[in-house]
Structure formats: structure tokens, C-alpha cells
């Protein structure tokens, strides 16, 4: 699409008419043959002297440059432009980090997948997790891994090829054998501290209880609040084991409900599936667009060939007038 970015000053354009409507013609004095007795023959022949004047003649060409060549700079002046096609940015409206238990029990082959068989809760997360990642395109992921003390392994970012590449790579034992939860939240909200995203969320997994972590989750979670981070808790695992192996599912629930979150349970790698598919549902696509259309100045063609114009008639009349002396010689000296 073309267009002007000055388009009034295409009224301008009769600017030239209204001059010549309404002002004198230039008149321009020249020495003529001065006569001593001038008055009284005028004064014979019974005429009254007006101003000399010589009022230089156009030539067609003149005629026919001139308008369009003030047409031709009106136009630049008004700097035509080719706007292109607009060009859409797409901008994440939302944070979201992911924390992944890998504390050593995470080894345990006590979960069944689709096909019945038994696989390692860390196998069943990581594909689960995976696919969760893969279906939130509109979405800036971070990843923390926890075990004895949590560790960011990838900043907030679109590049979720690169966070399903840590998922696929994080092994149980990696980050130690205990549990840190608590701190594990305290690290998601300092990452969110940089975030100017409108929605931040955080997706906590684990299979045990807090043994190691220096801030409990009572108190992780009230301030993430706080910050306006929402937090939402899976658990797994088994919740009659002792110890450290078995899965504290009512801190999980009142660390989801401090911060307007939600807990879930899986038991096995299907009902996983349908706690990441509510996540999903539950934590939609927002996305945020920009819009702009680039801009290709334009004014330099008319410009151009205003100037060409000009400059092509100058040539033709220096070689016009080189012609005609020649021929006057020529014609003189026959």
C-alpha cells in the first residue's frame, strides 16, 4: 500500500497559478538608445511614454517542465511511502517454571505406564513433562531440579527445545538424595524477582517429604503469595511409606491453596497424563501481540527525477544553442 505522510501538502499544488493570476508579470529595465529630443516628439505625435520593459519569452519545453516540476517536488515534500504487509510479534504472557524432584527415591520402578508395564517415576515425569512443555508455545519456561538444595537448570525462555533437552538429561541422585521443597519454591520465586510477566506461575513435583530444606514450605509459600506467584503441587509416589519415602501430600495441599494453586495426586503414569493435561487446561494460552508496519521512504524517486529533468534540459539547450551559432556562421560566411 502507497501513501503520503504530508498529504496536505498536495494543496500547495495551484500555488504557482495563484501567482501568476494575481502578481505583475517581473519586469526587468534595460539601457535602450537615449534620444534629447524624445519628450517632443512624443509630445508631437501625441503619446504619453510609459516604463521600458523587456519581459523575457518561454519556450514550449518551459511550458511544459515547469508544472511538472513543481508537481514532481510538492510530491517529495509530501514523502510518498510503501507501507509492507504488517509483521506480528507474538510475546509470552505468562512465566512459567517447572520444579522436578530428583531426590534419589525418584528411582523407585513402581510406576505403571499406558502399556501396563512398570517404569521408574523419573521415566514417567520426564515424559509426561516433556509433553507439557512441547504444548505451551506461548509460554516462557524455566526448570529447577531439586534433591538436598534446589538448582535452576534453564533461565525463563522460549527455547523449549532446549528445557525438554535438561528434562531429558536429569537423572535421580543428580541434585542429592533428600528433599529440599521448601527451598526448591524460595529459588522459583527469586527467578520470578527479574519477571515482568503478567501471570506467574510455578509447577512443583515430588514424591517425598521436606528433609533438607533451611525455609519450610508454610513459609515459601506465603511469600510467593506475596509475590503473586501461584504455585501448584503434584504429588507422586506412595503416601503410606515411612520417612523420607513417604510423600507429605498435606504440605503439598496447603502450599497450593496459600497461593491460590492447586494439588493433585498421581498414582501412576496415566493419571500424571491427566494432572498436566488440567494444568494445561487450567493455565490457558494467553498470548500478547505487536504489530507494526515497516516503512520504505519513496520521496527520493520524484526528487530524481525532478532533478534528471532538470538537468537533461539544461543539457538540451546548451547543445540547442551550440547548434544555432553554428549555423549563423555557417550561414554567415556562405
Known amino acids: 500500500m502507497y501513501q503520503l505522510e504530508h498529504p496536505w501538502l498536495l494543496a500547495v499544488l495551484p500555488l504557482p497559478l495563484l501567482v501568476w493570476l494575481l502578481l505583475k508579470p517581473y519586469r526587468e529595465e534595460s539601457a535602450s538608445v537615449r534620444l534629447p529630443f524624445f519628450g517632443e516628439v512624443a509630445e508631437a505625435a501625441g503619446l504619453r511614454p510609459a516604463p521600458g520593459a523587456v519581459t523575457p519569452r518561454r519556450n514550449w519545453l518551459q511550458w511544459l517542465l515547469a508544472p511538472l ?33 530428583l531426590s534419589q527415591s525418584m528411582d523407585t520402578r513402581d510406576f505403571r505406564d499406558p502399556g501396563g508395564r512398570l ?30 538444595s534446589p538448582y535452576p537448570q534453564a533461565p525463563f525462555t522460549m527455547d523449549h527445545a532446549l528445557v525438554q533437552s535438561m528434562i531429558g538429561e536429569a537423572l ?23 519477571s515482568k510477566a503478567k501471570q506467574k506461575v510455578m509447577i512443583a513435583l515430588t514424591d517425598g517429604n521436606d528433609t533438607a530444606s533451611r525455609m519450610p514450605p508454610e513459609r515459601a509459600a506465603e511469600i510467593a503469595k506475596d509475590r503473586g ?41 496415566q493419571q500424571l497424563e491427566a494432572i498436566y493435561a488440567t494444568l494445561d487446561q ?44 553554428g549555423w549563423q556562421v555557417a550561414r554567415k560566411t556562405a
Not at 535421580?172 to 524460595?186: S, W
Not at 507422586?236 to 502450599?255: C, F, H, Q, R
Open 69 to 101: 516540476l513543481w508537481a514532481l517536488v510538492v510530491l517529495a515534500l509530501a514523502r510518498p511511502q510503501y507501507v509492507e504487509p504488517p509483521i506480528r510479534k507474538v510475546l509470552p504472557a505468562r512465566d512459567l517454571l517447572l520444579a522436578l524432584d
Open 282 to 325: 487450567i493455565t490457558p494460552h494467553d498470548e500478547e501481540t505487536q504489530s507494526w508496519r515497516p516503512k520504505r521512504e519513496l520521496f527520493m524517486w520524484p526528487l530524481g527525477a525532478a532533478v534528471a529533468l532538470v538537468v537533461a534540459y539544461q543539457l538540451l539547450m546548451a547543445v540547442f544553442s551550440t547548434l544555432r551559432r
Open 172 to 194: 535421580p541422585g543428580m541434585a542429592g538424595p533428600r528433599t529440599a521443597f521448601g527451598d526448591a519454591i524460595g529459588l522459583g520465586i527469586k527467578m520470578f524477582d527479574e
Open 229 to 269: 506467584v501461584v504455585v501448584h503441587t503434584v504429588g507422586i509416589g506412595n503416601p503410606s511409606a515411612t520417612g523420607e519415602d513417604k510423600v507429605d501430600l498435606e504440605t503439598l495441599k496447603k502450599t497450593a491453596a496459600a497461593t491460590g494453586g492447586r494439588y493433585f495426586f498421581g498414582a501412576d503414569q
Open 119 to 148: 517404569v521408574t517415576r523419573v521415566a514417567a515425569v520426564k515424559q509426561v513433562v516433556s509433553e507439557f512443555v512441547r504444548r505451551r508455545s506461548g509460554d516462557r519456561i524455566g526448570l529447577i531440579v531439586f534433591g538436598d
